[in-house]
């Protein structure tokens, strides 16, 4: 089956316009969640999505943004780009999250897209 | 908030040798999932253990949940340059379905 894909690959902004990114999961999967991954802070939760709920959200500021619609696909938006914006941004799915109970469970098993890399200049 | 740390930051290894990284939870979890992302690739599941105490093994890697479900480990044995790459641990909350990463190890080898 087709995996994780994310458009756009790579993508160029100047500071203070804003960027729409768009992941479409793993056929069937509901959960969608969202990361920013940088050399130096790792990969840092932004949000996650089951069934058009967005469920948590990380410490990010208001200016990140995302949004699940009805056949799985997610987007996320970031409105008035900074410098430090700049990161690879990764997308996952999974059937679901939380903990199923057993260690062969693949229901929370994340799969990740290759990710969009978002340079702010 | 959950954090979750990760030891060593790098490792350098001859081939050939061992190598262990350490994963520590601020809070007791759930589960445990361990991923590996090869140098310009995206993070790839490995594993998830759920259980105190568990061990399992996949070839030459062997991933263990603490008594406590606040730490993990993952050792590779006899490494290969096929080995290379970050491996990240990522903990589950009681009640939260936030998967939360850890720092990630980054393995080079050293042919």
């Not at chain 2, 050792?75 to 990630?104: P, W």
Request: aromatic letters at 12%; hydrophobic letters at 30%.
């Amino acid at each position: 089956k087709a995996g994780v894909t994310q458009t756009p690959r790579y993508l160029i902004k100047t500071r203070g316009q804003q960027v729409t990114l768009s992941c479409s999961p793993i056929s069937g999967h509901r959960s969608v969640s969202w990361y920013q991954q940088t050399p130096g802070q790792g990969l840092q939760f932004l949000f996650e999505y089951f069934s058009e709920t967005q469920r948590n959200k990380g410490n990010f500021p208001g200016r990140f943004s995302g949004r699940q619609f009805s056949n799985s696909r997610s987007e996320m938006n970031v409105s008035t780009l900074e410098l430090g914006d700049s990161a690879l941004y990764l997308c996952a799915s999974s059937w679901g999250t939380g903990l199923r109970g057993t260690s062969t469970d693949s229901y929370n098993e994340q799969f990740f897209g290759p990710g969009t890399r978002l340079t702010v200049l | 908030g959950q954090q979750v740390m990760q030891i060593p930051q790098y490792q350098h290894v001859q081939e050939g040798e061992d190598f262990t990284t350490y994963c520590n939870s601020s809070t007791t979890l759930s589960n445990i999932q361990w991923y590996k992302q090869r140098p310009g690739g995206h993070p790839v599941f490995l594993i998830q253990l759920v259980k105190s105490g568990e061990v399992k093994k996949q070839k030459r890697l062997t991933f263990q949940f603490g008594e406590a479900k606040k730490n993990s480990s993952l050792h590779i044995t006899a490494t290969q340059t096929t080995d290379v790459g970050t491996y990240f641990c990522a903990g589950g909350a009681f009640g939260n379905e936030k998967l939360t990463f850890g720092t990630g190890t980054r393995l080079t080898i050293i042919p």
